[in-house]
């Protein structure tokens, strides 16, 4: 504890005083604000253990064998120079900070900083330090990663390893690996945000995509995921939000997902049983019925996806050098820093507009060849590299980067052009030979190695467009309206093309207008369901669709040769002819998850949550009502639900099932003119009864982990 404390205040005093975080624990379990976490608390406590019953004993002996008066002279000048050591350093990092700041030296303190600890001497400071984290990197790649690759396959078994950790090559580190795996999260933020500057809202960790990128280099399509981990909203996590989240997952380039948490438990385990670090779906979940819908839809998607190969022609360099120079190597699926805003978003922007990208680095572009305007690695092969806001660069990177100008290729500076050579070797003339060989570059190749401004803040989806374009760069699928809410990515299988979009936006639909530059060869444009596991064949539009998105939609349309006598569908899902909507009176039953029942009746459909008598309720709740129709007066219906899944009954018939996205139901053929009996049945998520159970030891724990739930929103809200 007293370990624990000590950390929390120095973390507390260094963030007051010097204005830095110089550790971030928030990705690990059981911590304090970031500052402090549960592990490292035990481990100070084996520490002084080890420190008073072990160490100190000796220390004291040898300790005590020196004279009195030289040991309290040796121990005054430690003091000193310790005292004098600790102030020079804060002074030197607090005038480091305020030069960057552009703060001028007005004290003669500050001046005698800048003169005797200016930027030069933090600037080879930190060069040293990339040089000691790059070198710790290789060693671990040399004696961990690679032996435990050898192992498993003299073994005859697979590696299987997860971004997780820090200080290992974002990309190369997993190009190894047989199934290299990343992390998605289920936040409540998913599907109601998505900014463009940080992961907020967006589910994938930022990891993901290059994860993604080092197994399509490696020619892998098996990208694993630690999917719908959830320690924030357990017992509130509904079908639908798990939908959006695993969407965008494999919008990431996930193509296998293992559910993270959803936890067996013993019968006779007490209720709610075992629950560790994840989504509480099993059988003693209200929605666990439902369970298998979302299941076949991920299955069936995760099916297509991986025996496919994901297609991208857009090569991304992030200022990984920079990064680990000046803000040192970050804690991995969840940094604390980085820089630019974009180097984790920008990709989601290329493939917003239509096209597809991967994340390269330095050895991989040494390494690639280059011919006919691309980088060829592998199979891959890029028509464009965008460097995002590099400002260190290897000569040799630079001398590859002028054989793919030579070869026709599009280099892309974004923000900056490289001036300095990574580590100390740039202090002693490799900035000059970077400097020298960038100016010779773009005299060169003018036309093929430019200089454009860095993307601002919540305009990046249209500064790729712009970029996209004013310099050819050509996507897969022209999409003349991009939306922050909707992405798509390509895949080729054998004679198809096959394109995923997503709706991962919790209310809002969108219509996109897009053309696919494909090759049609007598294809047509199918539609395949992964709901359903249905194909149908869309009308004959060319390359050119109107392709509409209700809210949390996805689709799958592929280009394949038409079939004589398939079934046909519309690229718009919506409904057509009347709806209904209109007030009515409600006889209501709500059978309680703990067994109790409750009836009334109302003219006024309310949100069950914001009624304190109700707002503890979990289970069923069963509306019927009288509906009176006149013929052809109503085609369809939709009913405002929170947070439930829905089931229909019209005159005893089922009219079917909606677990996301807009609760609305084809009724065309169901109603008979006169009066018709609806039965609409809503099952609710266990959260808002979990809340009520002050003295439940589970619900003590999952809901006040990390962030304290409330009551959600339930039931029929409108009809």
């Not at 080092?214 to 981990?229: D, F």
């Not at 360099?317 to 974009?342: C, H, I, N």
């Not at 070797?425 to 005299?443: I, N, P, S």
């Not at 139901?665 to 979990?690: H, I, S």
């Amino acid at each position: 504890l007293l370990g624990g404390l000590y950390e929390y205040l120095c973390s507390v005093f260094t963030e007051l005083v010097f204005g830095t975080v110089f550790w971030d624990y928030s990705a690990i379990p059981f911590n304090l604000g970031g500052r402090i976490n549960l592990l490292y608390c035990f481990f100070w406590g084996f520490a002084a253990v080890a420190w008073f019953r072990g160490l100190y004993p000796i220390l004291a002996r040898w300790i005590a064998k020196i004279p009195p008066r030289p040991g309290k002279a040796v121990v005054w000048l430690l003091i000193a120079f310790m005292s004098v050591n600790m102030a020079v350093s804060g002074l030197a990092l607090a005038r480091y900070s305020a030069r960057a700041a552009g703060e001028p030296a007005d004290a003669a303190w500050e001046q005698y900083m800048d003169a005797h600890y200016g930027d030069d001497v933090m600037e080879r400071i930190y060069r040293m330090r990339y040089d000691y984290e790059l070198t710790l990197a290789e060693l671990f790649k040399e004696r961990f990663l690679d032996e435990l690759n050898a192992w498993c396959r003299a073994c005859g078994v697979k590696s299987r390893i997860q971004a997780y950790g820090k200080g290992c090559m974002p990309v190369e580190s997993l190009m190894d690996v047989d199934i290299p795996e990343c992390e998605t999260w289920y936040h409540k933020e998913n599907g109601e945000i998505f900014p463009d500057d940080k992961m907020s809202g967006h589910g994938y960790k930022m990891v993901n995509k290059f994860v993604a990128s080092g197994a399509h280099l490696s020619g892998k399509n098996v990208v694993s995921c630690e999917e719908i981990t959830n320690t924030r909203f357990v017992f509130n996590e509904t079908l639908e939000r798990i939908k959006i989240t695993g969407d965008l997952s494999n919008l990431s380039g996930v193509t296998h997902s293992v559910l993270h948490g959803y936890n067996y438990s013993p019968a006779e385990a007490p209720f709610p049983g075992w629950v560790r670090y994840g989504t509480f779906y099993n059988e003693r979940n209200p929605l666990w019925r439902f369970f298998p819908e979302w299941i076949s839809y991920k299955a069936r998607l995760s099916t297509v996806l991986r025996n496919s190969d994901m297609q991208t022609d857009i090569a991304l360099m992030q200022p990984l050098v920079d990064m680990w120079t000046y803000l040192a190597p970050q804690f991995e699926p969840s940094p604390g820093k980085w820089r630019p805003f974009y180097v984790n978003t920008l990709w989601e922007a290329v493939h917003q507009n239509g096209g597809g990208c991967d994340y390269l680095t330095e050895s991989i572009l040494q390494r690639s060849t280059f011919a006919d305007g691309r980088i060829e690695y592998g199979d891959r092969s890029y028509k464009a590299l965008l460097l995002l806001e590099v400002e260190t660069i290897s000569p040799e990177t630079l001398a590859a980067i002028g054989r793919y100008a030579a070869a026709g290729g599009k280099v892309f500076f974004v923000g900056s052009t490289p001036s300095k050579a990574p580590g100390l070797a740039g202090l002693e003339g490799g900035d000059k030979e970077v400097q020298r060989l960038t100016a010779d570059l773009m005299k060169q190749y003018p036309d093929r190695i430019l200089h454009v401004e860095a993307p601002r803040k919540g305009h990046l989806i249209g500064w790729y467009k712009e970029l996209q374009q004013k310099y050819g760069l050509t996507p897969a699928v022209r999409i003349d309206n991009p939306q922050a809410f909707v992405n798509q990515n390509h895949y080729k299988a054998g004679n198809l093309d096959i394109f995923f979009f997503a709706n991962y936006s919790l209310t809002e639909a969108y219509t996109l207008d897009t053309e696919f530059n494909i090759d049609l060869r007598g294809r047509r444009m199918w539609l395949w369901d992964p709901m359903t596991g249905e194909r149908a064949l869309l009308p004959d539009t060319g390359t050119r669709l109107k392709l509409h998105l209700e809210p949390t939609e996805s689709r799958l349309l592929v280009f394949d040769k038409p079939v004589r006598g398939a079934a046909t569908a519309t690229a718009d899902a919506r409904l057509e002819g009347p709806a209904e909507r209109r007030a009515l009176h409600w006889n209501v039953t709500l059978n309680h998850y703990d067994g109790t029942v409750a009836e009334l009746e109302t003219d006024r459909l309310f949100d069950l949550g914001k009624e304190k008598r109700f707002e503890s309720f979990s289970g069923q709740i069963v509306y019927r009502t009288t509906l009176d129709v006149r013929p052809g007066e109503c085609a369809h219906m939709e009913f405002g639900v929170e947070n439930c899944v829905s089931e229909l009954y019209v005159n005893g018939v089922k009219a079917g099932t909606v677990w996301h996205g807009r609760h609305v139901y084809d009724v065309a053929k169901l109603l008979r003119p006169g009066k018709n009996e609806l039965k609409l049945v809503l099952t609710t998520t266990l959260g808002n009864y979990m809340l009520s159970l002050k003295e439940n030891p589970t619900m003590v724990k999952w809901s006040n982990f990390k962030y304290k739930q409330v009551v959600n929103p339930c039931g029929l809200t409108w009809g």
